[in-house]
């Protein structure tokens, strides 16, 4: 009997430095992606020190003098900071409004019939997403310019009058917003047409045969079957709740809009690359991954719960 | 039964005309912006800022064009921005790919803290200064070299890879090589990488784009104007000089130098839409090469990591 236990090597227990050593030829191939986040991405989180240090160009990181939450309580108490949070807070709330879009227009790429429609669809609705934010943003002023623009054009032709768009804050936020449903509303939907396509033909059937229409079929076996992955993308975008496009707000900030426009991203840069404040913009910048980590650990755990699908 | 499934048919078809009228609309409101920039680029200047474009060309031109390749500043965005993109590009997949591979492989010790080591960064990081600081330090800020060591990685990037190595190379495979003799290098050189070609097309599209429409490091990390890629070049003409308009001063011309001044302003304008057709281009045409790849390259547990 004993012949019929298949022989496992035994394998003495190596220390986990030992079992890389033989493994050496893949790390090798790990090593240069290893080293480049050590210095790009790990190097400068030990420099998140400075939030709570008196930075010093002359001393450096490591020696400047260690001054506490100094920073954090300068931010909270400056007038403006409230409004600069409210801001973000709205932007990324409305931004995160328009998520299921993607998830409409995919489950309806999805039902298209004709195949070659159907990646004509595809094609034409990524295409504003390969455009730069700069290239955006100078379509945003031409098209909304109220003496030239098309928008305007558009309006005047058909009976209504020009709207100085750029100049009026109330329509920063919906350009803003609308302006990337236009760019990333195709984009988005490759993630649950890849998802669709991985939903067993069987079950379409079965769901037919039991006298399922359209409607009830993309309610009762679409859905569900991309239910996890729209969580996981739920779960990904709250980790970014206070993290708002940084370029194409900065770009579309002006004078006039700036009340609505200024958001945690464009006052660290505004005070800390062009200000020379890199403590304080440092503390405001820890401030805000930290809300961010903070999100996504809730929602990653709220979800967990309730829906068993989570990021860990 | 019969009569269950002629309901049902009509039922589809009522369904499926509205979707293709839906996808139409959706299509008109995804290409006529893009189209309208491509018509107003060759349109007179004149009858663009009185909006008299919308479906054709007015008064067919070529000058706008020529506005803009006479613009020195164009030309050198331009040649920055494709050494940017290629060098750059390359030296992202150098990064991706192979620790990609490395990840993918299930008995590779140490395999979970490695993991880990790559996600923090993914929702941690130091942020703008510290970053600044630390490429200050390295001199990695105002130098040719700045815009291809910085942002180089992307651990989505990363991870939708390893994934498709993942599904897309059997695990018998490797068995094979490694019975064969062949060592782990040999084994991602010769058998896995021939199989991912598609993963390496989309890594290709997906770094050279950001490369390509890259502004914010560049905007952070370089002010040399010799250095500046085509976005800031585009970005100082196309936002700028957005008052060219207004800021004819009318006050102190006679007629014909009113009329000579609000000229110039209005090519100006006409000359955005074609530096917005000249910097986009290129990617606009390469993407479709590689779009059949996208949805297959995005799998579900793509996303999860």
Same mark, same amino acid.
């Given at each position: 009997?004993?012949?019929?236990?298949?022989?496992?090597?035994?394998?003495?227990?190596?220390?986990?430095?030992?079992?890389?050593?033989?493994?050496?030829?893949?790390?090798?191939?790990?090593?240069?992606?290893?080293?480049?986040?050590?210095?790009?991405?790990?190097?400068?989180?030990?420099?998140?020190?400075?939030?709570?240090?008196?930075?010093?160009?002359?001393?450096?990181?490591?020696?400047?003098?260690?001054?506490?939450?100094?920073?954090? %309580?300068?931010?909270?108490?400056?007038? %403006?900071?409230?409004?600069?949070?409210?801001?973000?807070?709205?932007?990324?709330?409305?931004?995160?409004?328009?998520?299921?879009?993607?998830?409409?227009?995919?489950?309806?790429?999805?039902?298209?019939?004709?195949?070659?429609?159907?990646?004509?669809?595809?094609?034409?609705?990524?295409?504003?997403?390969?455009?730069?934010?700069?290239?955006?943003?100078?379509?945003?002023?031409?098209?909304?310019?109220?003496?030239?623009?098309?928008?305007?054009?558009?309006?005047?032709?058909?009976?209504?009058?020009?709207?100085?768009?750029?100049?009026?804050?109330?329509?920063?936020?919906?350009?803003?917003?609308?302006?990337?449903?236009?760019?990333?509303?195709?984009?988005? $939907?490759?993630?649950?047409?890849?998802?669709?396509?991985?939903?067993?033909?069987?079950?379409?059937?079965?769901?037919?045969?039991?006298?399922?229409?359209?409607?009830?079929?993309?309610?009762?076996?679409?859905?569900?079957?991309?239910?996890?992955?729209?969580? =996981?993308?739920?779960?990904?975008?709250?980790?970014?709740?206070?993290?708002?496009?940084?370029?194409?707000?900065?770009?579309?900030?002006?004078?006039?809009?700036?009340?609505?426009?200024?958001?945690?991203?464009?006052? $660290?840069?505004?005070?800390?690359?062009?200000?020379?404040?890199?403590?304080?913009?440092?503390?405001?910048?820890?401030?805000?991954?930290?809300?961010?980590?903070?999100?996504?650990?809730?929602?990653?755990? =709220?979800?967990?719960?309730?829906?068993?699908?989570?990021?860990? | 039964?019969?009569?269950?499934?002629?309901?049902?048919?009509?039922?589809?078809?009522?369904?499926?005309?509205?979707?293709?009228?839906?996808?139409?609309?959706?299509?008109?409101?995804?290409?006529?912006?893009?189209?309208?920039?491509?018509?107003?680029?060759?349109?007179?200047?004149?009858?663009?800022?009185?909006?008299?474009?919308?479906?054709? *060309? @007015?008064?067919?031109?070529?000058?706008?064009?020529?506005?803009?390749?006479?613009?020195?500043?164009?030309?050198?965005?331009? +040649? @920055?921005?494709?050494?940017?993109?290629?060098?750059?590009?390359? !030296?992202?997949?150098?990064?991706?790919?192979?620790?990609?591979?490395?990840?993918?492989?299930?008995?590779?010790?140490?395999?979970?803290?490695?993991?880990?080591? !790559?996600?923090? *960064?993914?929702?941690?990081?130091?942020?703008?200064?510290?970053?600044?600081?630390?490429? /200050?330090?390295? @001199?990695?800020?105002?130098?040719?070299?700045?815009?291809?060591?910085?942002?180089?990685?992307?651990?989505?990037?990363?991870?939708?890879?390893?994934?498709?190595?993942?599904?897309?190379?059997?695990?018998?495979?490797?068995?094979?090589?490694?019975?064969?003799?062949? @060592?782990?290098?040999?084994?991602?050189?010769?058998?896995?990488?021939?199989?991912?070609?598609?993963?390496?097309? &989309?890594?290709?599209?997906?770094?050279?784009?950001? +490369?390509?429409?890259?502004? !914010?490091?560049?905007?952070?990390?370089?002010?040399?104007?010799?250095?500046?890629?085509?976005?800031?070049?585009? +970005?100082?003409?196309?936002?700028?000089?957005?008052?060219?308009?207004?800021? &004819?001063?009318?006050?102190?011309?006679?007629?014909?130098?009113?009329?000579?001044?609000?000229?110039?302003?209005?090519?100006?304008?006409?000359?955005?839409?074609?530096?917005?057709?000249?910097?986009?281009?290129?990617?606009?045409?390469?993407?479709?090469?590689?779009? /059949?790849? !996208?949805?297959?390259?995005?799998?579900?547990?793509?996303?999860?990591?």
């Amino acid at each position: 009997m004993t012949n019929s236990v298949p022989s496992v090597p035994v394998v003495p227990h190596r220390s986990l430095g030992r079992r890389i050593l033989d493994h050496w030829q893949i790390y090798l191939l790990i090593m240069p992606a290893m080293i480049y986040f050590f210095i790009f991405y790990y190097m400068p989180m030990a420099g998140l020190q400075i939030a709570f240090r008196d930075y010093r160009v002359t001393k450096g990181i490591w020696d400047s003098t260690w001054v506490g939450w100094k920073y954090f %309580q300068k931010f909270f108490s400056h007038p %403006q900071c409230w409004k600069i949070i409210r801001n973000t807070l709205g932007l990324s709330l409305y931004t995160l409004a328009t998520f299921p879009l993607s998830i409409i227009a995919a489950l309806l790429i999805n039902e298209l019939r004709s195949g070659v429609f159907k990646k004509t669809v595809q094609m034409i609705t990524y295409a504003p997403h390969f455009i730069s934010t700069v290239v955006i943003c100078s379509m945003i002023n031409l098209f909304m310019n109220q003496s030239t623009g098309l928008f305007n054009n558009i309006s005047e032709m058909l009976g209504g009058s020009r709207v100085d768009f750029l100049g009026n804050a109330s329509f920063f936020p919906h350009i803003y917003v609308w302006s990337s449903v236009w760019q990333d509303l195709g984009w988005g $939907t490759i993630i649950y047409l890849a998802t669709l396509s991985s939903v067993s033909p069987e079950l379409h059937e079965a769901a037919y045969m039991d006298g399922a229409n359209r409607m009830q079929i993309i309610w009762h076996v679409n859905i569900p079957s991309i239910l996890p992955t729209v969580v =996981i993308m739920l779960i990904m975008n709250c980790g970014r709740i206070l993290s708002v496009g940084f370029e194409k707000i900065y770009l579309l900030q002006n004078s006039l809009n700036l009340d609505v426009s200024q958001v945690i991203s464009t006052y $660290t840069y505004e005070l800390g690359l062009l200000g020379g404040q890199y403590s304080y913009s440092t503390a405001i910048g820890l401030f805000n991954t930290i809300v961010n980590v903070l999100m996504l650990v809730i929602v990653n755990t =709220i979800c967990r719960r309730i829906s068993d699908v989570s990021l860990w | 039964m019969k009569a269950a499934i002629i309901r049902r048919t009509r039922a589809d078809k009522v369904f499926d005309v509205l979707n293709v009228i839906f996808m139409v609309l959706i299509l008109l409101i995804a290409l006529y912006p893009l189209y309208f920039v491509l018509i107003a680029s060759v349109s007179d200047a004149y009858a663009v800022a009185k909006g008299q474009v919308f479906l054709w *060309p @007015n008064g067919f031109t070529w000058e706008s064009y020529m506005n803009v390749f006479k613009e020195p500043r164009v030309w050198t965005g331009y +040649r @920055n921005t494709i050494f940017y993109t290629v060098v750059g590009t390359t !030296f992202s997949l150098f990064l991706t790919i192979p620790s990609a591979y490395g990840l993918s492989k299930k008995s590779l010790p140490g395999k979970h803290l490695l993991s880990i080591y !790559f996600l923090i *960064p993914m929702y941690f990081s130091g942020g703008l200064i510290p970053t600044y600081l630390v490429m /200050k330090d390295l @001199n990695l800020v105002n130098q040719w070299y700045s815009m291809i060591l910085i942002a180089a990685s992307s651990v989505y990037n990363m991870i939708v890879t390893r994934v498709y190595f993942q599904s897309n190379v059997p695990e018998e495979l490797y068995e094979s090589a490694r019975i064969d003799g062949a @060592n782990e290098l040999k084994t991602f050189f010769a058998i896995a990488l021939p199989l991912v070609t598609p993963i390496i097309a &989309v890594m290709t599209l997906f770094f050279a784009v950001s +490369r390509w429409n890259d502004y !914010f490091n560049s905007l952070i990390y370089v002010t040399k104007n010799d250095y500046l890629p085509l976005q800031m070049v585009l +970005r100082s003409i196309l936002l700028n000089s957005q008052t060219a308009l207004q800021k &004819v001063d009318t006050s102190s011309m006679d007629v014909d130098a009113i009329k000579n001044a609000a000229r110039l302003a209005y090519m100006a304008e006409a000359m955005k839409y074609a530096l917005i057709v000249v910097s986009s281009a290129p990617l606009l045409v390469a993407y479709p090469f590689v779009q /059949k790849h !996208f949805v297959k390259g995005m799998m579900v547990g793509a996303v999860k990591g």
